[in-house]
């Protein structure tokens, strides 16, 4: 199984920014996927979730209005929009899939993880 991000970089307080994140091996049709994010010196924590067709997201309250997620089954890829990036916003965003209850979307267990790509917005 590879879940691979991509799209982050540098950019300026205000801008936007979409990330994605392929996935291979796995039905990625039958897995609810998130995006967790881990700034320099703090723990991991969740950003967004997609339930496994798409009809159910959530958010955590930090991004919430300003960041969309987003699935295409048919290009096992997840995406997330991010709009009004703040400096607060920078971290590595990574990307994880799981099955099981929606209810623990937020604090899993996730069965896999991807690499994570770096976002930095800048003040």
């Known amino acids: 199984v590879q879940l691979q991000a991509s799209g982050g970089g540098l950019v300026q307080a205000g801008a936007s920014l979409t990330l994605s994140c392929v996935a291979s091996?796995?039905?990625?049709?039958?897995?609810?996927m998130g995006w967790f994010r881990q700034a320099p010196g703090k723990e991991r924590e969740f950003v967004a979730a997609?339930?496994?067709?798409?009809?159910?997201?959530s958010y955590a309250d930090s991004v919430e209005g300003r960041f969309t997620i987003s699935r295409d089954n048919a290009k096992n890829t997840l995406y997330l929009q991010m709009n009004s990036l703040k400096p607060e916003d920078t971290a590595v965003y990574s990307c994880?899939?799981?099955?099981?209850?929606?209810?623990?979307?937020?604090?899993?267990?996730?069965?896999?993880w991807g690499q994570g790509t770096l976002v930095t917005v800048s003040s």
């Open positions: 994880a899939g799981r099955r099981g209850r929606w209810a623990a979307i937020q604090r899993g267990p996730y069965e896999y």
């Open positions: 997609i339930s496994w067709l798409g009809r159910a997201t």
């Open positions: 091996g796995l039905a990625f049709s039958g897995y609810q």
